[in-house]
């Protein structure tokens, strides 16, 4: 069974970062899409960076381009996200999964796990 574990969030200030892992285990890691989602109080989960399972091709929410940098480590079944000039708006809770697709984030094989909180204050 495939399971993830998400850890490194925590409370910063407007502008301050953050880094994120993801540490899988039940899969043959390097051979999956992962991607980083969030959930924000009363929105709906969302697809937020995906990266592909060779680590080259990655793909990024509009919102967070330019501030957030997704990285694989396939040696440590690890998965990063490292979170720059960080918003308000970026507070959530983040989670990690495998994925079929970076484009629709549809996941797969994966339950969620408990993520990890994110609090940006202004």
């Known amino acids: 069974q495939v399971q993830v574990a998400e850890s490194g969030g925590g409370a910063v200030q407007a502008g301050g970062s953050l880094r994120l892992s993801c540490t899988a285990s039940g899969l043959t890691f390097d051979d999956y899409r992962m991607a980083w989602f969030r959930q924000a109080p009363g929105k709906e989960r969302e697809g937020v960076s995906c990266i592909m399972p060779g680590g080259f091709e990655k793909y990024y929410k509009e919102s967070v381009k330019g501030r957030f940098t997704i990285s694989r480590d396939n040696a440590k079944n690890t998965l990063y996200l490292q979170m720059n000039s960080l918003k308000p708006e970026d507070t959530a809770m983040y989670y990690c999964?495998?994925?079929?697709?970076?484009?629709?984030?549809?996941?797969?094989?994966?339950?969620w796990g408990q993520g990890t909180q994110v609090t940006v204050s202004s």
């Open positions: 999964a495998a994925v079929l697709s970076c484009g629709t984030y549809k996941r797969e094989g994966s339950d």
